[in-house]
């Protein structure tokens, strides 16, 4: 209607087409119309056909192909209208016990704004009061803050505890307070958590290098161990007395016995400690016995 409006067509919906000029009653009798009326007539009446004619063609227009036939053949945009108004205006959605049943079953929940449904339960609020049945405030109130979902159970228990009245638009101000600070909280929980993550992989990246740094630490030591072995040469060369034995060309750490677990000091020539090597490497079968004897050859003969 306010598209038709604004196109000075719509008087064509509410209006009855033009009737034509009867003319002036006087004591003698009735006049006919002049020819000014007439012409004024001719006016109105092409005025009014034109709007008749764009009104209707507007609406087929706008129509549904599936629907065009059907509403081709009604011959006024009047009709037109009327016929779509009562197949498609659901009074039954504007009825009373409708918009009480809407207001009394509406639930807010956490996956909405609880602006926009406070802003909806306003809309019903007011079908209401143009039914003819009109709510307090205070009961307004009191059911926007009894239909708060159950996340806001500790904001509903404060609303409550209020002593003073408040209006529905102090309530709509502390539930935009509180959803932004919500909102807020949100935001710094999702940040702590993306530095949290960020400050994890730091530290995984820098374990992995640690970790490759111990292999390749001890790859190298040992190839040093490796490369610092038993060398004859190193060994003959050495004037430094092994500290087990005390005899040169070989150094303590090569050695089988150590002090204080016993060796052959006797033959050695170190220092006297306990236990008896013969006993220490005695096997019951002579391969073995070999084995052990062979395992403790060194290429100096002397020693």
Not at 12 to 19: H, I, K, R
Not at 23 to 50: D, F, Y
Not at 182 to 199: G, H, M, Q, Y
Not at 277 to 283: F, H, K, L
Request: hydrophobic share 30%; net charge positive.
């Amino acid at each position: 209607m306010f598209c038709l409006t604004t196109l000075h067509i719509s008087n064509v919906l509410t209006d009855d087409s033009p009737s034509p000029p009867t003319g002036v009653t006087t004591a003698e009798g009735v006049t006919p119309p002049t020819s000014t009326q007439l012409i004024e007539h001719l006016r109105i009446v092409e005025t009014w056909s034109t709007n008749e004619y764009n009104c209707r063609n507007y609406f087929l227009n706008a129509l549904d192909d599936s629907l065009y036939d059907i509403y081709s053949t009604i011959p006024t945009a009047r009709k037109i209208w009327e016929s779509l108004e009562k197949k498609y205006q659901t009074k039954v959605a504007c009825s009373k016990k409708f918009v009480i049943e809407k207001f009394i079953n509406f639930k807010m929940v956490d996956t909405k704004s609880i602006l926009k449904q406070v802003d909806e339960i306003q809309v019903i609020t007011h079908d209401l009061e143009v039914k003819g049945i009109g709510i307090k405030s205070n009961f307004v109130v009191g059911s926007i803050i009894e239909k708060l979902p159950p996340s806001w159970k500790n904001f509903k228990l404060y609303l409550k505890h209020l002593t003073d009245d408040m209006s529905l638009e102090q309530l709509v101000l502390r539930i935009r307070v509180e959803e932004d600070n919500r909102l807020n909280e949100k935001v710094d929980a999702n940040s702590l958590e993306t530095s949290a993550n960020f400050i994890g992989e730091a530290n995984s990246s820098r374990t992995k290098h640690n970790n490759k740094k111990e292999k390749q630490g001890s790859k190298n030591s040992s190839k040093d161990s490796k490369s610092h072995g038993p060398n004859k040469k190193n060994f003959k060369n050495n004037s430094t007395p092994c500290y087990v034995c005390g005899k040169n060309g070989h150094k303590a750490k090569y050695f089988r016995f150590r002090r204080g677990q016993g060796g052959n000091n006797g033959n050695n020539g170190g220092n006297s400690g306990g236990g008896n090597s013969g006993q220490a490497n005695m096997v019951k079968s002579p391969n073995q016995f070999v084995a052990v004897i062979q395992t403790n050859m060194v290429c100096n003969c002397v020693d």
